[in-house]
């Protein structure tokens, strides 16, 4: 049977035993605490299987939404999955939430019953083989970046602190961008300093030899078996010499020959999959789910809301 239960009933130890068995990590109670504080669950059978709930209420109207910082959550479980069960958890969400933009994960399946389902693109790289092999596999162009990377002189760092990983990001891509703001970079900041402590995050930078000044840095989060890209800033004289490059295969090759899949977070933008592609990894689809149960009325405030965010 499964069962909603409100953000104070949950037992966060019983739910870090069974996502501990995903390898997700935007599933963890302490992630979703700094990322959606208050969030709430589905949960069956005494957390054999379980499902985050991110909701929040606008104009009187209680919704479900997907965090920043968190590509993937839906239905976790001990087992496999079944097409049927990431239904009846879907199925159980309850009617308080009048509409849902939410994504789920690559091991929800199901069995085209469920209507407002829609995939997006991630890219993952088995690291279980020797990184020889693994380089042999990298794209023609990513080999070539790569030897332009290495003429450069090139250094991994590791005194990044988050503040240096969100500066680089704001002074280039992130300038471009309205939709972020301080808060979201505070977020960040907490949860990158949280996942250090629980030896789940590790932060890397980029600068050439003698030289102190960042090209690039990241954040990397990290499970028993899997390490995630979660978030990086580069400036435009590392991107001139290949430094992101460089950075992911120096992780590459620190952790090739163990039971770990890399994931490089993305993406749906063409431009990126292909840089990541370029590693030799390889893409997979996981779901996103929509629902509306707004009134006619309720579905119009919903546009208009939506037009001034």
């Not at 979703?32 to 208050?38: A, C, N, Q, S, T």
């Not at 589905?42 to 379980?50: G, K, P, R």
């Not at 997006?120 to 080999?143: F, M, P, Q």
């Not at 629980?198 to 930078?205: D, M, R, Y």
Request: hydrophobic residues 40%.
């Amino acid at each position: 049977m499964i069962q909603y239960l409100e953000h104070s009933q949950i037992d966060k130890t019983q739910w870090d035993a069974t996502i501990a068995q995903c390898g997700n990590i935007y599933a963890y109670s302490w992630y979703l605490d700094i990322v959606h504080p208050g969030w709430e669950a589905l949960v069956e059978d005494d957390y054999q299987s379980v499902m985050p709930l991110t909701g929040a209420k606008k104009f009187g109207v209680h919704y479900l939404f997907q965090p920043y910082f968190v590509q993937q959550l839906g239905v976790f479980s001990k087992e496999a999955l079944s097409p049927g069960k990431t239904e009846e958890f879907l199925n159980a969400i309850p009617q308080k939430y009048r509409f849902a933009e939410i994504r789920l994960n690559e091991s929800n399946t199901f069995n085209n019953t469920i209507q407002g389902i829609e995939y997006h693109r991630n890219v993952i790289l088995d690291l279980n083989c020797d990184y020889e092999s693994i380089k042999a596999n990298y794209h023609t162009n990513t080999k070539r970046n790569l030897s332009k990377a290495q003429n450069h002189n090139l250094q991994i760092v590791d005194t990044v602190i988050p503040l240096h990983v969100v500066a680089l990001f704001t002074d280039n891509r992130g300038a471009l961008l309205d939709k972020w703001g301080d808060a979201e970079y505070a977020r960040l900041t907490k949860l990158t300093k949280v996942a250090v402590n629980h030896k789940s995050a590790f932060l890397l930078g980029v600068t050439e030899k003698g030289v102190g000044e960042l090209l690039c840095a990241a954040i990397f989060m990290k499970t028993a078996n899997r390490i995630t890209f979660l978030f990086s800033g580069l400036k435009q004289e590392g991107k001139d010499k290949q430094a992101m490059t460089f950075l992911l295969d120096s992780v590459i090759q620190k952790y090739a020959n163990q039971p770990i899949t890399f994931d490089f977070e993305g993406s749906d933008d063409a431009n990126l999959a292909r840089f990541y592609l370029g590693f030799g990894g390889q893409e997979v689809q996981y779901p996103s789910y929509t629902f509306n149960r707004l009134s006619p009325m309720g579905k119009a405030l919903l546009k208009l809301w939506k037009k001034r965010k």
